[in-house]
């Protein structure tokens, strides 16, 4: 069975890139009718945050992207500390005690020197009478010893990778502070989870390959691999400092549709084109990894928006009866009016002005040579209420007065009525007027 899993760490909002990564592992669970798990990666006790666990949740059910079971990295430090202990006796985890200021000492010692600014294993060369002073002195972290050979796996999105584990840093996986880090504790949750296939960011092939090798240390084979290509702006500059606006829930207060968000991400960056899907299971049979590139991606947000307006224009109304009567539309205008309104909005917060009108009248608008015009029309708009022959009505009423037609008609008489230069059919429209325009 294939099991897939999304880990994001509690201490912050989900965003952009991360739904990215939750969506893939999704769509491949559900396509092979697997398991999708929900694993929270809050071992850090000082930036993990319960009001975040709970974000996380709430965002990814707006967007029905369930999960099978839920697991939580902070009620398994059993299991780390036992898998700790088993590379300790194999030999494949050593203390070392740099301080972060001697680490940078050294990395910036072996690039004046042309090296790889790659640790030197210089706690491998301590004494035990050597070990016990530093420990007393500073306290010491656990590093994993890398076996110095090519460490080679083939990606399901960049093809064949070959990494020479030479070139990379001892990881560490326990803090001086006791705290384990990710790369021994996503080792640890995947093997005991049965993960199958792993889809992350591009920026994590390195902490793939040193996890294949402690994977192995631990006498487990590694899953399937999968990086998808970073997200950059729109001019491809990287997304970090946006990140803050590209929450879920701030895109979800601005009111961007799940299934325009979803659509959008499911295919952004692969060779099939961008097309707005009505159900998850559409998403699911269309999705193919293989079609994904390793270049980077382009995330325009303004890209959601008009997904967003193709979304409510095919909304019933009993879809949005509850978003609408919490922006105080309801009533027997209701209904009328978001079948007037939906083919006009990009999200749903543009009805907000729309109803005003409804329910405030317009402020017309009115052009300095259609000032004799109009005020000839409003002196003989038909009596209330209005029905739904009463825009055509008054058209054909002022186009005998006026002998105006066309445009040089209509649009006076919109601007005057609505406020507005363009917007919904202006029959559907008066009817649901409550009040003439204003000054009239």
Do not use: C
């Not at 009620?75 to 740099?98: H, P, T």
């Not at 990778?161 to 080792?187: H, M």
């Amino acid at each position: 069975m294939t099991v897939t899993r999304f880990a994001p760490s509690p201490t912050g909002y989900l965003h952009i890139g991360n739904l990215r990564t939750a969506l893939f592992n999704w769509l491949i669970a559900k396509q092979q009718g697997g398991t999708f798990i929900l694993r929270l990666d809050d071992t850090d006790p000082e930036r993990s945050k319960p009001e975040y666990a709970d974000a996380i949740q709430q965002d990814l059910e707006w967007l029905g992207l369930t999960w099978d079971r839920i697991e939580t990295q902070s009620s398994r430090l059993d299991r780390y500390a036992d898998a700790a202990d088993r590379m300790r006796a194999n030999g494949r985890l050593y203390e070392a005690f740099e301080t972060p200021t001697e680490l940078d000492l050294k990395r910036k010692k072996q690039l004046n020197m042309g090296r790889p600014p790659v640790y030197d294993r210089g706690a491998l060369a301590l004494s035990d009478a050597e070990k016990a002073a530093l420990r007393a002195e500073r306290g010491g972290h656990w590093r994993f010893k890398l076996d110095h050979e090519r460490i080679e796996w083939t990606d399901r999105i960049l093809g064949d990778i070959s990494i020479d584990a030479a070139s990379v840093s001892d990881p560490v996986l326990i803090r001086g502070d006791g705290q384990v880090l990710y790369t021994i504790a996503s080792v640890v949750d995947d093997t005991d989870m049965g993960i199958t296939d792993v889809v992350r960011g591009s920026d994590h092939v390195t902490n793939t390959a040193t996890q294949i090798q402690i994977m192995a240390a631990l006498g487990h084979s590694h899953p399937r691999f999968a990086h998808h290509s970073l997200l950059t702006g729109p001019q491809g500059e990287a997304l970090s400092k946006r990140l803050g606006t590209l929450s879920l829930r701030d895109l979800r207060a601005a009111g961007i549709e799940p299934m325009a968000l979803l659509s959008h991400l499911a295919r952004l960056g692969s060779s099939d084109p961008v097309e707005l899907r009505t159900t998850h299971q559409e998403l699911i049979d269309g999705f193919d990894l293989s079609r994904f590139g390793s270049a980077p991606t382009k995330f325009d947000v303004d890209d959601l928006r008009p997904l967003t307006a193709r979304v409510l224009h095919a909304r019933p109304y009993a879809d949005v009866a509850e978003a609408l009567a919490a922006r105080g539309i309801d009533g027997p205008k209701a209904e009328p009016f978001w079948l007037m309104a939906r083919e006009n909005v990009q999200v749903i917060a543009d009805v907000d002005p729309l109803w005003d009108i409804v329910q405030n009248g317009a402020t017309p608008l009115i052009a300095e040579e259609d000032a004799d015009f109009i005020a000839d029309a409003l002196a003989h708009l038909p009596p209330q209420p209005w029905g739904e022959t009463s825009w055509s009505d008054w058209a054909n009423t002022m186009k005998e007065r006026s002998g105006r037609k066309g445009k040089s008609l209509f649009m006076p008489l919109r601007k005057a009525l609505s406020g507005m230069e363009r917007g919904p059919d202006m029959a559907r429209l008066m009817p649901l007027l409550s009040k003439a325009p204003k000054g009239s």
